[in-house]
């Protein structure tokens, strides 16, 4: 009977535990056959955007992080050139924007670079999302572009898809494909 007492205790810890872990791993397969591995917190969910193949919202405050890796064969071309390609977005943004000027800032990481910038839409529709971060990062021997859509002003808006794209891995497919 004791036996049984542990047991359900030890259950029971354990599922609390996996409820209120902070964040948790999810693998999505890139255009290569690669892995691109993120740890989302737990009050993000996957949401599905015809827009971006990876796409997570944020259930305390809408942020949505869409996240959309460029083809393989497009990043040797493009990878030395990704803060011009940022000023490039950065520019047709500011069109729109109620800034007058938005830096492109750097995000230099131990296994990732990239750059960015903050804005905010001056022509927000009901329901819209009024601030967005965007940016191109280069992480593993892959580029990818990002953006935060948030109703909250940078940096408190857009600082956990940071977060989460800051965990971002890459497993090239011989490394989990191989057979040992």
């Known amino acids: 009977m004791s036996y049984l007492i542990v047991a359900a205790l030890a ?9 209120l872990r902070p964040s948790r791993s999810h693998a999505f397969m890139g255009p290569d056959g690669s892995r691109v591995i993120m ?7 996957r949401s599905f955007d015809q827009s971006s193949p990876i796409c997570f919202r944020d259930g305390r405050n809408g ?3 869409q996240v959309t890796p460029v083809p393989l064969e497009l990043v040797a071309t493009l990878a030395p050139r990704i803060k011009e390609l940022v000023e ?3 520019d047709d943004i500011l069109k729109t924007s109620v800034e007058e000027a ?15 910038f903050s804005a905010t839409d001056s022509e927000v529709k009901p329901g819209g999302w009024a601030f967005i971060t965007h940016g191109m990062l280069s992480a593993y021997g892959r580029l990818f572009h990002f953006t935060v859509l948030s109703h909250i ?6 600082a956990e898809g940071m977060n989460i794209l800051a965990t971002l891995m ?3 497919p011989n490394r989990f494909t191989q057979r040992v």
Not at 39 to 45: D, E, Q, S
Not at 107 to 116: D, V
Not at 153 to 158: F, I, L, Q, T, W
């Open 153 to 158: 002003a940078p940096p408190r808006g857009a």
């Open 63 to 65: 942020s949505l992080l």
């Open 170 to 172: 890459v497993i090239p």
């Open 88 to 90: 490039a977005q950065r």
């Open 39 to 45: 740890k989302i917190p737990r009050h993000w969910a």
């Open 11 to 19: 259950a029971c810890s354990i599922g609390l535990w996996l409820h």
């Open 102 to 116: 938005i830096p492109v800032l750097p995000l230099i990481g131990p296994s990732c670079t990239a750059f960015y």
